[in-house]
């Protein structure tokens, strides 16, 4: 016996493995499977498309430009880079009741806030509250880091810098009166963003941690006056700085501003003519940029979004057809082999 | 061998140089080069020690040892410090290990970097690393780095400690050193050059030695060389007469002690071989050979002791220096991929450009248009942030460039080793051999083998040798065409020295014998038992043979038989037994057998006082050395003929009478000219031999049968039908050749023979390049127009083969047409000339070459082929150690081809287009991300992703298709041979389909980028979310990628699936995490994003479109296969459902006419002899095809 084992030393282990027979399934593909998976496949995507579709065709939209670029624009004589404050007055109707809750978004366009050297420029762990941070920011902050005095800038960094300061307020005209519309400004930033993600110095009062630092050059106030009335949507943690901090994809963008859902208004916004105060103060058309305001409302899906409803559809119409396609292959040159 | 046991490069187990002249011939006949004989005693002139040494050095011998003088030695020793160098002679401590504790670290780092996908990824951290371009954090590229580096670092830490501990093991075994009049134990490492030593018998040799005396008389002595050479039988070695004489007669310590020569020798090479060199001793000077040399690592065999003197240790040892390293093979494959690699580079480079330029547009626009971005613009200078975004582009489409795959294609390749190893299939039980992969980076070669350039002998053939007949005087003994097995053995009861053995039956031969009635037998037998290089080892009373060729010992053993029994021999004499008369011969001169000799002879002084020379050799050679007029030549010749029909091996053996006075001039002459030190001497010599080998009397011809392997015609048969060219390259007669082509199934019986003058014509013709075609549809192929080309072979020899060197011209043009042959046999080549076919088959053709063989003399083509397969047979481990492969049989070839070649293939094929496919796809979307941030070098994806996505999401998965993807079981890939064409025509691994793959990367980014980017354009969607969207849709575009090109699911497929898609959500989750953010804001500064985008239905919705229109071609394109396969595809998947005998596939092939002869008077079954042809059949055959080169001709 042992001798038997001693000549065949060298002799292989038979298992599956070393074998290379590990049980193992082989899907047999024919074309009885394959045609009318791709007929199916097809058909989920067309009706995820059509269901796309029709929600987003169900969605209403109001979407107005308030650049002043054209002359006749309301707010032209706003548009002509003076740094003073400048009000305009924004009018337009509602056809038809726009259904509640109505978003309200401002968007921007042709603005780059996806640039890399844009997007790295803040301090993360100054945003967070570390107070080493506000004496000396981040060197990705730069050219935000310190004022021309030398002083560190907090919050620092270009995102900050150029945050969105355009302010809006809105008014139905009812019987030559103008009836406000109570905006809802809780909640429109990321719960991460607010609750985690930015924290305010635990310095009460908050203004005293931001000692020895200075504001960003183009805010008017610092941080810790963003909004004085509510500590809790103050300093960093102020619900439109996190939006305006958390960047946009593309240069064409939308950002939340307020949600209308208090009030009279809760049910959406009735037909009629409404007036948007607008203090014009940021400027885009240096750069070939445009400013919108968006009044929307939304569906399971977010907002309108046409596109992927329609490439939903085209991805499925494609699939059908290549499938009518292998079945006039298959019926072209499969059967004549047959017998 | 020895490489590496005493050195243990991995990767260094060849010798370096083949060796200067062939020990072997499988073909051909008697072999062993056994240095001469009769050079014994040869005085320099000179008698002055100093003007002896002068001498020397002129004769280029500088290299001086001093005999029991290690203080002389030990000042000269060679040491370093740090960088300097200095001293001569090695001490004999090998240290093959490459670390120390202290150097491993920037060893390896050196050592690896040298990679320059690795370089690249150095730079590209160090890139990272400059906050300005930075456009990923370093740590992201590092990690990737740092696993393959340390999993390298690791590897070669454990195989350096593994030579660590066999150098250890080696300098410490002992030997006997003389030190102070006697002989101490010491070690290896102690022993310094000079020293006297005593090697025990079965002791492994420290270092080489000069053999002072040992204790067998004439102080002869026995080597094994087999951690050489290979070869298991025993060599002699021979101390010279003086120091024989000198230092045997008295207590040897004292005068070993006492001994104070000085060796001349030249510096330390790697000539295994050879040993030029002088004895300067008490006043004379004796010259040196290779017999007076034992070599570190042979072993001392049947010999008490012996003496000897170092004269190199350690590294200057001939072993030692001869360990180089092995020439790198690299596959089509690999070479292939390294090009898309590097066009992959130069792609990122010049994408990296253009995004450049772009940026520097873009700047110049921000610029002059006051914004957020302006002051962001480097220096407000646009140029320069251009520059600086080039760089950043660099960075960010670095990972398109795969990192990770060199190590995982060694990883895979490796595995794939591993499995031929461990083939049950491939493994023979009678001689415990399992398959072997020696090279593990060549396995997908193997699937892609067009031409396969086989030896014959012992690869085709079994190569155990059977004295089957002979032809003595024009009569033929015995008869081969009765099967070895059913011979009725002869009654040699008479002959007490029989062992059996003989399939000869031959019993008019015996009366003849034993009747010393006719004086040719007895000389032919004389001849048999003298004419040879055999060891005789007593052992039970009988010799046993130890012979360097079977051929040899076969021959050797049929003289035994038949009552010349060879007893033993000295320096100077043989003593053999005739019909129980112990006889003595002395032994006067022995000139050796090389592979250009192709014979040799024996001069002996018989007991009676006459000088006889003894001759055997291939028929080509000594035939042309006869004297005139010689009786039965006609008929010797006859004999030789069909002997060769039945595929015999013949050997002629001739005789002549040498006068005395001739003997002592041409002894004088000889020693003159083997004095001489120069390099001309071997030339001369064989000048002499020459001389000598005149004039000869043929005697007879013996005839060795040496029978197919097992299942050669089925595999042979099987490789045809796989597209594989099966040429034979044979040093071997062309009859037997042609006649093994028949036998082995390589040619059909109607296959046309187109020998070499009507193959020159074609060559010759004014445009061969053109004219192929055309001259064999007209003139000279006008016979059978179709089947023209595919029942033709060329017939070569080694002579007709020599004049492609003038006429390179032709390569090309004999390339063309042996592509539309049958196949094409290449007789009388030498070792040099089949490594030449090979290259021109090379040259002139893109496939890949495969060359098979078992012997020393396959050893070049074996390194030549893109391929070598090593057989391990009867003669030696040669060409086992230069191989790639080893095989234990040639029928293996079937399985190590068309199932592990073909599976390696097609798993490392997909998986290199898988891993273009995943890397580039991943990386591009950077570009087009770029039209829309600016060209600002930002990332699309959350750093932690991009380094992941490699290592973590998209590894395992096709790790495991790489292992285990199975498209038809081993039974099918067997049973239709003509998947194997899929390697050949290179249908998964050719640019083409690579750029395909390529382009459906570029695509799937395109997808990857605008399908997110519709969906989110002028949305309140940040960037974040967009990442991740892409991010998810990229891992489950790579993931449903590899289920379609996964056609056989493993559990462990499965698995890794699942795997690989849990730890993308897992680690995204981990990620994004506040715990790790609080830790590091910078580095996790995705936190929440996860939270926010898993539960929003338009991150999923958008991320199922971009994968399934990124997967919808590849998805389309496996769909309209599956539609449009044909029938037999389908039966190829279902194979296990219709078992069908392998054999019949061949069979059908077959003609009536040769099957109906294959059940003939031999019997069925799977006997191998069954399928040679008779005589008979060849006439038949002749008659096919007329010979245009008659015998006399090749002969």
Known sequence: MLKEAQDHANRPDNTAFTQQRLPAWQPMLSAGIVIPGFVLIGLAFIGIGVALFVTSKSIQELEIDYTGFEKDSACYKCSDQKPVTCLCQLNFTVESLLKGPVFFYYGLSNYFQNYRRYTVSKDDDQLYGNLDNFKSPSSTCSPYEYNRTNVPIVPCGSIANSKFNDTFKLYQKVNATMKPVPFDGKGIAWWTDYNIKYRNPNIIPLRNAFNGTTQPISWPSPAYELDTGNPSNNGFINQDFLVWMRTAALPDFRKLYRRITEGDYAQGLPAGSYMLDIEYNYNVLSFDGRKKVVFSNVSWMGGKNDFLGIAYLVVGSMCIFMSIVMLIVYAKFKFPEED | ?1195
């Open chain 2, 1 to 1195: 061998m020895i490489c590496r046991d005493l050195i243990g490069f991995s990767h260094s187990t060849g010798l370096e140089a083949p060796p200067p002249f062939l020990l072997l011939s499988s073909e051909g006949g008697p072999a062993a080069a056994v240095p001469l004989g009769s050079l014994r005693l040869l005085s320099c002139k000179g008698l002055l020690h100093g003007a002896m040494a002068e001498e020397s050095l002129e004769s280029g011998l500088t290299w001086e040892v001093r005999a029991n003088s290690r203080r002389y030695h030990t000042r000269r020793q060679k040491k370093s410090f740090r960088c300097f160098r200095w001293g001569r002679y090695a001490d004999n401590v090998i240290r093959s290990h490459k670390f120390s504790p202290l150097t491993f670290l920037p060893l390896t780092l050196f050592e690896q970097f040298q990679r320059v996908a690795n370089l690249y990824f150095l730079l590209m951290v160090v890139l990272q690393s400059v906050p300005v371009i930075s456009s990923i954090p370093w740590y992201i590229t590092i990690i990737p780095l740092a696993i393959i580096l340390s999993v390298r670092g690791m590897k070669d830490l454990a195989s350096d400690m593994a030579r660590r501990r066999s150098d250890g093991e080696i300098n410490s075994r002992p030997c006997d050193v003389l030190v102070s009049q006697s002989f101490n134990r010491a070690q290896w490492r102690d022993l310094h050059v000079g020293d006297v030593l005593r090697i025990h018998k079965n002791q492994v040799i420290p270092a080489d030695l000069l053999l002072l005396c040992s204790s067998e008389p004439h102080s002869l002595c026995y080597v094994e060389t087999a951690d050489i050479d290979g070869e298991t039988n025993l060599k002699y070695r021979q101390a010279l007469s003086a120091t024989h004489s000198e230092l045997t007669c008295r207590p040897s310590q004292e005068t070993l002690a006492a001994f104070d020569g000085v060796v001349f020798c030249e510096e330390p090479n790697n000539r295994l071989y050879v040993f030029r060199g002088q004895l300067h001793w008490r006043g004379k000077c004796f010259l040196l050979e290779n017999e007076h040399i034992l070599l570190r690592g042979t072993v001392l065999r049947n010999t008490e002791f012996a003496y000897g003197v170092a004269v190199y240790t350690g590294a200057d040892t001939k072993i030692m220096r001869s360990c180089g390293k092995l020439r790198v093979k690299r596959t089509r494959t690999e070479r292939g991929f390294n090009r898309v690699v590097m066009g992959i580079v130069l792609c990122v480079l010049l994408t990296a450009v253009l995004l450049a330029i772009g940026a520097g547009v873009f700047s110049s626009w921000a610029v002059s248009h006051a914004g957020p971005l302006t002051p962001l613009v480097v220096d407000g200078n646009p140029a320069y942030a251009g520059f600086l975004m080039f760089w950043s582009y660099i960075i960010l489409l670095s990972p398109a460039m795969p990192i990770a795959l060199y190590i995982s294609f060694e990883v895979i390749h490796s595995v794939h080793s591993l499995f031929i190893n461990w083939d049950l299939e491939m493994y023979w039980q009678p001689a415990d051999g399992p398959a072997q992969a020696r090279n593990t980076s060549l396995n997908e070669e193997l699937g892609q083998v067009g031409y396969l350039l086989s030896d014959k002998t012992g690869t085709l053939t079994q190569n155990r040798l059977l004295f089957r007949q002979c032809c003595i005087a024009g009569e033929i003994y015995g008869d081969a065409s009765v099967r070895a097995e059913e011979i009725e053995p002869m009654d040699l009861s008479w002959n007490p020295f029989s062992r059996g053995g003989l399939f000869m039956t031959a019993p008019g031969l015996l009366d003849k014998l034993r009747g010393r009635q006719c004086p040719f037998s007895t000389q032919f037998l004389r001849a048999l038992s003298l004419c040879h290089t055999v060891m005789a080892q007593w052992k039970e009373e009988a010799p046993v043979y130890q012979a360097a060729s079977p051929d040899e010992e076969a021959l050797v053993g049929a003289a035994r038989e038949l009552g010349w029994v060879f007893l033993s021999r000295t320096r100077e004499c043989v003593v053999v037994s005739e019909l129980g008369v112990t006889r003595q011969y002395q032994l006067l001169a022995l000139l050796d057998f090389t592979s250009k000799r192709r014979r040799m002879s024996v001069l002996v002084r018989e007991p009676e006082g006459g000088l006889k020379l003894y001759s055997k050799g291939a028929d080509i050679v000594i035939l042309e050395r006869l004297q005139k007029d010689s009786p039965y030549q006609e008929g010797i010749e006859r004999a030789l003929e069909s002997f060769a029909q039945a595929c015999l091996r013949t050997l002629c053996v001739a005789v002549r009478s040498v006068p005395e006075a001739s003997w002592e001039q041409w002894s004088k002459t000889l020693g003159q000219s083997a004095a001489m030190a120069t390099a001309d001497r071997d030339a001369l010599l064989e000048k002499l031999y020459d001389e000598m080998e005149r004039e000869l009397q043929l005697i007879g011809v013996t005839a060795i049968e040496d029978r197919l392997q097992e299942g050669v015609p089925e595999t042979i048969a099987l490789l045809k039908q796989a597209g594989l060219k099966v040429w034979v390259l044979t040093g071997d007669k062309k009859e037997t050749a042609v006649n093994v082509g028949y036998s082995c199934k390589l040619l059909d019986p109607e296959t046309r023979l187109v020998e070499w003058q009507e193959l020159r014509q074609i060559l010759q013709s004014p445009d061969p390049g053109v004219s192929f075609f055309k001259a064999r549809q007209t003139e000279l192929w006008a016979v059978d127009k179709q089947a023209a080309g595919a029942k033709t072979a060329l017939v070569l020899t080694g002579p007709e083969l020599a004049e492609f060197d003038q006429r390179p011209e032709w390569g090309a043009a004999f390339m063309s047409l042996a592509d539309r042959c049958q196949s094409v046999l290449c007789c009388r080549v030498t070792p040099g000339q089949k490594a030449d076919v090979v290259a021109l088959v090379k040259k002139h053709t893109g496939a890949v070459t495969m060359s098979i063989g078992d012997g020393a003399n396959d050893v070049n083509m074996i390194k030549t082929a893109h391929v070598g397969v090593g057989i391990a047979g009867v003669e030696g481990s040669q060409a086992v150690q230069n191989a790639d492969f080893a095989l234990s049989q040639f029928r293996f070839l079937q399985r190590l081809l068309l199932v592990h070649g073909r599976w390696s293939y097609r798993r490392i094929s997909l998986f290199l287009l898988y891993f273009l496919f995943k890397t580039c796809g991943f990386a591009l979307v950077h570009v087009w991300f770029g039209f829309f941030n600016g060209f600002s070098a930002q990332s699309l994806y959350e750093t932690w992703f991009i380094a992941l996505y490699t290592a973590f999401y998209t590894a395992f998965p096709v790790m495991c298709l790489a292992f285990f993807e199975q498209d038809a079981s081993a039974a099918s890939s067997l049973k239709w041979p003509e998947l194997y064409k899929t390697g050949q025509r290179q249908e998964l691994s050719s640019p083409l389909v690579m750029s395909s793959s390529l382009l459906y990367a570029v695509y799937t980014s395109l997808v990857l980028f605008f399908v997110p980017f519709g969906v989110y354009y002028d949305t309140a969607y940040d960037y974040q979310t967009m990442a991740l969207t892409v991010a998810l849709a990229a891992m489950l575009t790579a993931t449903t990628e590899i289920v379609l090109l996964t056609r056989y699911w493993t559990k462990f497929n499965v698995v890794t699936v699942l795997v690989s898609v849990g730890l993308f959500f897992l680690c995204t989750r981990i990620t994004q995490s506040p715990f790790l953010f609080q830790r590091a804001p910078k580095d996790y500064y995705f936190i929440g994003v996860s939270d926010n985008a898993f539960v929003d239905p338009l991150v999923w919705l958008a991320a199922l479109l971009a994968t399934w229109t990124a997967a919808l071609p590849s998805v389309a394109a496996l769909a309209l296969k599956v539609v449009l396969a044909k029938r037999d595809k389908h039966r190829v998947h279902s194979a296990s459902r219709h078992p069908a005998q392998l054999s019949a596939h061949w069979r059908r092939g077959a003609p009536p006419r040769r099957s109906s002869r294959a059940p003939g008077p031999q019997g069925g079954g799977p006997g191998v002899r069954s399928t040679v042809p008779t005589v008979d059949e060849q006439v038949a055959v002749k008659v096919v095809a007329p010979p245009p080169g008659s015998l006399e001709n090749s002969l």
